[in-house]
């Protein structure tokens, strides 16, 4: 059915292609910074991977028949599935959906749980894209992160995954932890060169209600890393890979030439998308479904043969805020040409002053109709992009 194929050099540009998320909401142990939907109770496991099947079956319309380029099991922990799992759930996919022969397969594995026996099968089946969750080398920041792996089963990880053939992977990373020093932070960017990976996140940590940081926080149990020193680190971190021939493409994402990921590229330039499992999200261009993300109550409506979403029907200002919140992030930046012939929204004359503002503080420059943030614009983002948001 499907096999490996190699990875050909993607464009950015094209959009006449969807793809798919599987989510997979289980855990060894819940990492202390995380507010994904997980459970770490494995015994629903074999029902919602028989409810994930179910699902796609149920959704494969969809998408209309649109190429599928890009496949993504994340979670939780899709490496805790066993292969005939994944290999159930790939073939169930090219049954019900045109996937693409050079489809980008992506997988996310934490390295505790990675063998060469699973790697070897994640190859065969047709996984060409690894996305290892590594986020340290440092045993004392990943304890204190509560994750399920050593530094020295990180790098043993990435090693078995080259000999097994994979040679597209991401590594994960995360800084702006108050126990992670500047020399912390550099010792692991080195670490991550010396992998050689084709792709590398590198996440900023965010505080979240309802995880075990949030609730240490919120007890003044621990504190904010310094924000002088995360920015430090931000800076020091885009340097560092630039210097090593990385291209900074997205905030947190950088790639070696043509590396791009797809599939989250495909987010940021408003492509279709399903997402199967509990807690994922579909976006067919016109609105928003959200899967329930309980598992017990997934398994339950889609034994009766129903999806279990809610909906959101986008107007023309969620369209354009979510196209300047995602795109302000990246190295292609926010287009306010395209705004205006897509929406008929004059962005560029609207927002002039703050335009300006933006260009006399160093934060952006402007290239035709287009706005890109500098490496001091990028740290405040979310800030700009909100500032530029458009009402109903
Ligand atoms: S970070 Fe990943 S492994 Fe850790 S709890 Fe969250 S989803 Fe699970």
Request: aromatic share 12%.
């Amino acid at each position: 059915m499907y096999r490996n194929q190699p990875i050909p050099l993607i464009s950015i540009q094209e959009n006449s292609h969807a793809a798919i998320y599987l989510h997979i909401p289980f855990c060894k142990q819940a990492c202390h910074y995380c507010a994904f939907h997980f459970s770490t109770n494995l015994k629903l496991k074999s029902l919602v991977i028989t409810s994930m099947l179910k699902e796609i079956k149920l959704r494969q319309n969809d998408l209309q028949g649109m190429p599928i380029t890009s496949i993504y099991f994340g979670g939780g922990t899709p490496s805790l599935l066993s292969l005939p799992e994944i290999d159930q759930l790939l073939n169930q996919l090219v049954l019900y959906f045109p996937i693409a022969p050079s489809a980008e397969v992506t997988l996310e594995a934490n390295p505790d749980d990675i063998t060469l026996e699973k790697l070897q099968g994640w190859h065969h089946m047709g996984i060409n894209r690894l996305s290892i969750g590594i986020q340290s080398f440092n045993d004392t920041v990943l304890r204190y992160m509560n994750r399920a792996h050593t530094g020295a089963m990180a790098q043993r990880s990435i090693a078995w995954a080259r000999a097994a053939g994979f040679n597209n992977l991401n590594i994960d990373l995360m800084y702006g932890l108050s126990v992670t020093t500047t020399q912390d932070w550099s010792a692991d960017l080195r670490q991550v060169l010396l992998l050689e990976p084709e792709h590398i996140s590198a996440y900023c940590l965010t505080i979240k209600p309802k995880t075990v940081l949030g609730y240490w926080h919120q007890k003044g149990i621990m504190v904010e890393a310094d924000e002088t020193l995360t920015v430090e680190q931000f800076e020091w971190t885009v340097e560092t890979l630039c210097k090593q021939g990385y291209l900074h493409y997205e905030i947190s994402n950088f790639c070696k030439p043509e590396r791009y990921s797809r599939h989250n590229t495909n987010y940021w330039k408003s492509g279709p998308y399903i997402g199967i499992g509990p807690g994922a999200h579909s976006y067919n261009r016109l609105q928003r479904q959200s899967n329930i993300d309980h598992n017990a109550l997934y398994v339950k409506a889609i034994e009766y043969g129903k999806l279990p979403y809610t909906e959101e029907i986008l107007t023309i200002a969620n369209h354009v805020n979510e196209y300047i919140m995602t795109n302000i992030r990246t190295c292609w930046g926010c287009d306010f040409d395209w705004i205006y012939k897509k929406y008929a929204i004059d962005l560029m004359y609207i927002q002039k002053d703050y335009l300006k503002k933006i260009i006399l503080r160093g934060l952006g420059y402007m290239n035709d109709h287009t706005l890109y943030l500098t490496n001091s614009g990028k740290l405040l983002a979310d800030q700009i992009a909100s500032d530029l948001f458009v009402e109903d």
